[in-house]
């Protein structure tokens, strides 16, 4: 009884008008609090004191690390959503990934991006061959080839479908990727060069990087519900040009 | 003449702008074609500084020629290649309208996209900079060698592949000089100017040369 | 105004298509090209546009007052088979960029994108883009093009095909008005179109007896 209830609620879910609707509820709640964690995130970030190696530099940390944890899980959000287009053919499994590659191609930009900054003092250069480093931009080409795949086709339902092949296949390698680069990077890295991450983390870092991480990750499902709204307007405004088009045929 | 032209370059920038994201796809490859060099010959900071300025040539070139095979094929297949070779105007001015809005859209990107795979590859802001100059000089050379090949492949159903092989021989000077052009850059002994006024000129010449032959090319595959 | 065809012979590939094909065609005067599939009707339209190089003969276009010379091509609308028009792009866009490529010739003024859609009875359409229309409203829409840049010659290549009776008058009445105006037209068709046709001409394809004249 209660599992047949919560299909129910789930498949109500799946019902793009239910959506809308319940996403019109959430999304100003949802825009505080994560207003609100941002700015108690910042605030504890510039306030703690740095790290007397790296001085104000570690600060890019708070940015740095949250949008490398967010580059990851947006994929495995994106492969959830993937298994829902192959498996359940959710309508709405196929706008969550389709909406989500952009955000996680953003998310995964940032992180390369602070990276880049924060390794700059470190290294002398603004890219290293690391391996985290490395993994991390070989995930950012695979949103992107995954939007470029997104914006080849014109059939929505037949783009999501291959789409969600390419993510879950691309999902399954992840690991091989992460294993390989480590091993290729071990093979010809110079024990000389200073590694990233350094000496364990101190809990004076510690509680302003939670209050970050947290506020990224909501910002992350605030931006993906707008972005799935948005497809869905999107999509209906496409139907509705469709039926002009055939409304005037019949007219004339 | 300068209506019909304007009109023609934004309806194609329009097109590329709305039509599968070519650009994109093109600065993707770019990116991957030099992210994997790396991976080849290992993360040595000063041999990636070394070959760098050579890599992100051989991958603009190589991601230059990637969208070329459309560039006549999309018309042709709509029909609207018909009406084209059929106006008063001069067929050479349509082509090179055409290259030019294939240049803006699809290999500008690539010209912009340069510097950050010269951060990968640890280049210097010197060579950084070199290489975005010769690259911007040079590429529209480019366009107008693979037009011809685009031309000349219009009617094949798998063109695609057959454009790159028919015109990466003749992109071998433009390939020499902007190397040599970035490298002189960096490396004191040599002068920058003489490869890059080369490099200047061989575009100019292709500039001309290019539209020229596809035209021809056009006038000739007609059926 | 005329468009005069001698001895015209076409080939596509090794095969020759048509031989021997005359006509001279005056202002206000339609040809229509009736005959099998495969008889040239096409061909013979691309080689008038000037899309494929006759193997024999020539196709001129004679003005009566000694202007420049033009290419038959060079003032005629050709509609084919296929729309020449961008799916992603709206009507108005697509309209509106032939208006201003095409351009007019002298002698007459093609009308704006909104009133060549009036004129083919779909002004709703032109904000939409040219991929969501059915089949019979792109080629409706097709055949506005030929109204945004003034061409004397009209060469239309089953121009009713895959549409329905209401659109065939509709054609019919625009072809009419512009013979009306002076143009000329020639049409290859299967269905008898409803205008004056003051010429026919039935493609009977290639005949062996014309091998041996040595084409």
């Avoid at chain 3, 005056?26 to 009707?41: F, H, I, Y």
Wanted: proline share 5%.
């Amino acid at each position: 009884m209660t599992e047949s209830l919560a299909i129910t609620k789930f498949s109500d879910l799946a019902n793009p008008t239910r959506f809308l609707a319940l996403a019109a509820r959430i999304l100003p709640w949802l825009a505080a609090v994560t207003a609100a964690l941002f700015a108690v995130g910042l605030y504890l970030a510039f306030t703690t004191q740095g790290d007397y190696q790296q001085g104000d530099t570690v600060r890019i940390m708070y940015v740095h690390v949250p949008a490398a944890w967010l580059s990851m899980m947006c994929y495995s959000v994106m492969a959830l959503s993937a298994i829902g287009t192959l498996v359940w053919r959710h309508p709405l499994a196929d706008v969550s990934h389709k909406a989500a590659a952009p955000l996680g191609a953003a998310f995964t930009l940032i992180a390369l991006v602070t990276g880049s900054l924060w390794g700059r003092p470190m290294w002398g250069t603004w890219w290293v061959w690391d391996a985290r480093l490395t993994s991390v931009f070989v995930l950012f080409l695979m949103y992107l080839g995954i939007i470029a795949l997104n914006r080849a086709m014109d059939d929505p339902s037949r783009a999501a479908r291959l789409s969600a092949v390419l993510i879950l296949v691309g999902f399954v390698n992840i690991p091989i990727i992460k294993f390989s680069v480590n091993w290729w990077n071990t093979l010809h890295q110079p024990a000389s060069v200073i590694r990233l991450g350094g000496p364990t983390i101190d809990g004076e870092f510690l509680r302003p990087l939670l209050v970050m991480a947290l506020a990224f990750t909501l910002l992350f499902f605030t931006l993906h519900i707008m972005a799935i709204r948005n497809e869905i307007w999107r999509r209906r405004v496409a139907t509705q040009r469709r039926m002009a088009a055939r409304l005037a045929g019949r007219e004339s | 003449m300068g209506i019909i032209m304007t009109a023609l370059l934004l309806r194609d920038l329009k097109l590329s702008i709305r039509a599968g994201g070519g650009a994109l796809i093109g600065v993707l490859f770019f990116m991957t074609v030099v992210a994997v060099i790396p991976f080849g010959v290992g993360p040595d900071l000063n041999l990636l500084a070394r070959i760098g300025p050579a890599i992100v040539w051989i991958g603009a070139l190589l991601a230059a020629l990637l969208g070329l095979d459309r560039l006549f094929q999309t018309e042709r297949e709509d029909g609207s290649l018909d009406l084209l070779l059929m106006q008063e105007h001069p067929l050479v001015l349509t082509v090179l309208v055409k290259c030019l809005a294939h240049w803006l859209a699809n290999v500008l990107p690539l010209v912009i996209a340069s510097p950050l795979l010269g951060l990968f590859m640890n280049m210097n802001e010197v060579g950084i900079g070199a290489v975005m100059l010769t690259l911007l000089v040079g590429s529209p050379a480019l366009t107008f060698i693979g037009a011809v090949g685009a031309a000349v492949a219009v009617t094949l159903p798998r063109g695609g592949l057959l454009v790159s092989i028919l015109v990466l021989p003749l992109c071998v000077p433009v390939l020499i000089f902007g190397v040599s052009a970035s490298y002189a850059a960096v490396e004191d002994p040599a002068p920058f100017l003489p490869p890059f006024l080369i490099l200047v000129a061989i575009t100019m010449f292709f500039a001309v040369l290019g539209p020229l032959g596809a035209a021809l090319a056009l006038r000739n595959g007609g059926d | 105004m005329r468009l005069i065809a001698e001895t015209l012979a076409a080939r596509r590939g090794e095969d020759l298509i048509f031989s021997n094909i005359s006509f001279a065609l005056g202002s206000g005067e339609a040809m229509v090209l009736t005959g099998r599939n495969g008889s040239g009707k096409s061909t013979l339209l691309r080689v008038v546009a000037g899309l494929i190089r006759p193997a024999k003969g020539r196709v001129d276009w004679v003005r009566s007052g000694a202007g420049a010379l033009q290419l038959p091509g060079e003032v005629s609308h050709y509609l084919g088979h296929r729309n020449a028009m961008k799916p992603e792009l709206t009507v108005a866009e697509n309209l509106g960029f032939w208006r201003d490529f095409l351009g007019d010739m002298a002698g007459g003024a093609g009308l704006s994108a909104e009133e060549a859609a009036e004129r083919v009875e779909l002004p709703a359409l032109l904000d939409l883009p040219f991929g969501y229309l059915s089949a019979g409203q792109q080629r409706r829409m097709a055949f506005a093009k030929l109204l945004v840049a003034h061409r004397p010659v009209w060469l239309l290549d089953e121009p009713t095909a895959a549409l329905d009776a209401a659109a065939e008058a509709l054609f019919a009445r625009l072809i009419r008005a512009h013979l009306t105006a002076g143009g000329l037209v020639i049409a290859a068709t299967h269905q008898p179109l409803d205008f004056e046709a003051t010429q026919r001409l039935e493609m009977k394809g290639f005949q062996y007896a014309e091998m041996e004249e040595g084409i």
